[in-house]
């Protein structure tokens, strides 16, 4: 499988442990899917250095060096025609996409969100699943929507919380199934086993999302 292979942009501004994740999927022979771009608003984001490591291109797309967010996104996606980019991965991309852009990209952009969507959208999710005595947290990978951590959902891994745990120990243990799922969820839309009934993913014609254990 070589030039069939599905062509993939990832979106990071940080570390990028989730792009590693992909990286490491998207190198097994029998991956649908094959990285050609990784871009970040940040020229510092460590995920840059993790793509340039797997022999795969980069861009830096500074948002400070641009008016608005139109021509911000206009520049990214000049980056991502170039490359003929086909599926766009968010991981750990810290800027709000426009509606516009979004739309663009409709079922062809994956976003992992560590909570179990659609408890928990936006930020600290770890904490209020504490605050609020959950007995159990998780992550999910959906489709992008314009609405803040909305989208049919793919997949969704699931863990206990356990009576020691802070945010830092359940994060923890969430991040390690977000390692899972990521690269899991790329590959079944990659391999067109994804398709979308309304706001509802089928997965290989059956609703989703699947659902993953930490024991699984």
Excluded at 180 to 191: C, E, W
Aim: hydrophobic residues 45%; aromatic residues 4%; charged residues 25%.
């Amino acid at each position: 499988m070589t030039e069939e292979r599905r062509r993939i942009a990832v979106l990071v501004s940080g570390g990028g442990s989730n792009l590693q994740a992909l990286i490491d999927e998207c190198a097994k022979p029998d991956s649908p899917a094959r990285i050609v771009l990784v871009l970040s608003n940040n020229a510092d984001a460590f995920g840059l250095q993790r793509a340039a490591k797997a022999g795969i291109a980069t861009a830096v797309v500074n948002h400070r060096d641009f008016p608005d967010r139109s021509s911000f996104e206009q520049a990214i996606s000049r980056e991502l025609a170039a490359r003929d980019v086909e599926i766009v991965c968010l991981a750990g991309f810290m800027r709000v996409l426009t509606p516009g852009f979004v739309e663009n990209w409709h079922d062809r952009m994956l976003n992992i969100h560590p909570s179990l969507l659609p408890a928990y959208k936006g930020l600290h999710t770890h904490e209020r699943a504490l605050a609020d005595g959950m007995a159990e947290h998780g992550c999910t990978v959906h489709l992008v929507r314009p609405a803040l951590d909305d989208g049919p959902l793919l997949i969704q891994a699931k863990v206990p919380v356990l009576p020691e745990d802070d945010a830092d120990r359940l994060a923890a243990r969430v991040l390690v199934q977000e390692h899972r799922i990521y690269p899991a969820a790329l590959r079944l839309l990659a391999a067109d086993a994804v398709t979308v009934d309304g706001e509802q993913a089928l997965i290989n014609g059956r609703p989703g999302p699947l659902i993953w254990t930490d024991a699984d």
